[in-house]
């Protein structure tokens, strides 16, 4: 079945830093999909990639689909301390209905 | 509040006892999502209404589990019969169903503690 892994598990950097996570498929996406959570909170939705190759940027994050639409990444510019949370990639096979989230990043900022 | 709510936050049980839970989407979402999230796991799929109809459902939900969306708008899970292994956060999700746009909007979710 379908399967979604997001490296790495954890992550701590220093207020500054840059963090980058990772998302591959098992199967080909016809959208991928990433999400914030806070601790305590539910997944709050960041943004959809529909297009091979597509990258989209939001303020001090970009976000990437691969060119097989199996793969994609959240790459952070300098965090902060309100970056801390876990970030989830999710998506959904071409023709199916159910979206797959991946295990999460968890990132620690440390000012 | 337009927001997705779920009833009741929290619930506590017992083993072999029965729950179930309530989830109301957004108004004029037609998509509605159950999943199960334990800690540090991301949300794993339980099952999916598009309207009223139930178009898919995990192979891991056991028997024991069940969902309705019976006008196609609020949506209940059950757990019969339930086990130390059951406990979690169930969240339901809501979505307008466009194509284009999959953007998922989760409710606070249930924590369930079975003893």
């Known amino acids: 079945g379908q399967q979604v892994m997001q490296i790495p598990q954890y992550q701590h950097v220093q207020e500054g830093e840059d963090f980058t996570t990772y998302c591959n498929s098992s199967t080909t996406l016809s959208n991928i999909q990433w999400y914030k959570q806070r601790p305590g909170g539910h997944p709050v939705f960041l943004i959809q990639l529909v297009k091979s190759g597509e990258v989209k940027k939001q303020k001090r994050l970009t976000f990437q689909f691969g060119e097989a639409k199996k793969n994609s990444s959240l790459h952070i510019t300098a965090t902060q301390t309100t970056d801390v949370g876990t970030y989830f990639c999710a998506g959904r096979n071409t023709g199916g209905f159910k979206t797959i989230f991946g295990a999460g990043t968890r990132l620690f900022v440390k000012a | ?115």
């Open chain 2, 1 to 115: 509040d337009t927001g997705v709510s779920q009833d009741p936050r929290h619930k506590i049980t017992k083993r072999g006892q029965n729950v179930t839970f309530r989830c109301d989407p957004i108004s004029e979402h037609n998509r509605l999502y159950w999943y199960r999230q334990t800690l540090g796991q991301g949300p794993e799929f339980l099952t999916y209404f598009q309207n009223e109809a139930q178009l898919e459902k995990s192979r891991l939900l056991s028997d024991r589990f069940s969902a309705e969306r019976p006008k196609g708008s609020f949506s209940t899970l059950e757990i019969q019969r339930t086990e130390q292994g059951d406990s979690a956060m169930y969240l339901c999700a809501s979505s307008l169903g466009d194509t284009d746009n999959e953007k998922l909007f989760f409710g606070s979710g249930t924590q369930l503690s079975v003893l």
